[in-house]
Structure formats: structure tokens, C-alpha cells
Nanobody, 115 residues
Framework: QVQLVESGGGLVQAGGSLRLSCAAS????????MGWYRQAPGKQRELVAA???????DYADSVKGRFTISRDNVKNTVYLQMNSLKPEDTAVYYC?????????WGQGTQVTVSS
């Protein structure tokens, strides 16, 4: 069982930046991939960014060039650097760990971008 705890969310003006962190209770090096998802009110949860165990990354088209996902296997932490934030980025952001046969989720952190 792996527990994920997100932090770093908050209120920011459009054009600003935030860095989200996801601290895992166990080793993330053993995970197939780590990812960030988000869910806005009335919308489905969507993948924002993911990083595999080999370091390959994938991003939603809406955040390419603005967001960067990274991982620190020593600290068992995954980060999401969010720049040039837009009001449409407002959502609850969730950390996800893909453990091959099981998925783990954090409790989420709210990101609100004001116009």
C-alpha cells in the first residue's frame, strides 16, 4: 500500500506559477509511472502529465509548454511545475501512482487561477 500526499496548491493570478508536490510513503522507483490528473467542477478527471520509470514524459495538449513533471526517486516525490497558468487550469489536482496491477491516488489539492 502506497499513500500519496499532494501539496502546493492555492490561489494564483493568471500568468502565475505554482509547483505541486506529491510525496509517496513508499518507493516510486518501483512504479510503472507517476502522474498528475485534474478534475474541474462538472467535468471528468483528466490526465495532465505522466512520467514513466525510465523518465519518459507525456502531457495533455492543453498544458504542453507550460507544465513540467519531474520525479525524485530518492525523496520519493513527484513534482508538477505549472507556469503561465490560466483560469481554465482551475481544478483539483490529484497525484497518481501506477503500480502495474494497482493504482494509488492522493486526496487532491485545489488550484484556483483568477483572471
Amino acid at each position: 500500500q502506497v499513500q500519496l500526499v499532494e501539496s502546493g496548491g492555492g490561489l494564483v493570478q493568471a500568468g502565475g506559477s505554482l509547483r505541486l508536490s506529491c510525496a509517496a510513503s513508499g518507493s516510486i522507483a518501483s512504479m510503472k509511472a507517476m502522474g498528475w490528473y485534474r478534475q474541474a467542477p462538472g467535468k471528468q478527471r483528466e490526465l495532465v502529465a505522466a512520467i514513466t520509470s525510465s523518465g519518459n514524459t507525456d502531457y495533455a495538449d492543453s498544458v504542453k509548454g507550460r507544465f513540467t513533471i519531474s520525479r525524485d526517486n530518492v525523496k520519493n516525490t513527484v513534482y508538477l511545475q505549472m507556469n503561465s497558468l490560466k483560469p481554465e487550469d482551475t481544478a483539483v489536482y490529484y497525484c497518481n501512482a501506477n503500480g502495474f496491477l494497482v493504482y494509488y491516488w492522493g486526496q487532491g489539492t485545489q488550484v484556483t487561477v483568477s483572471s
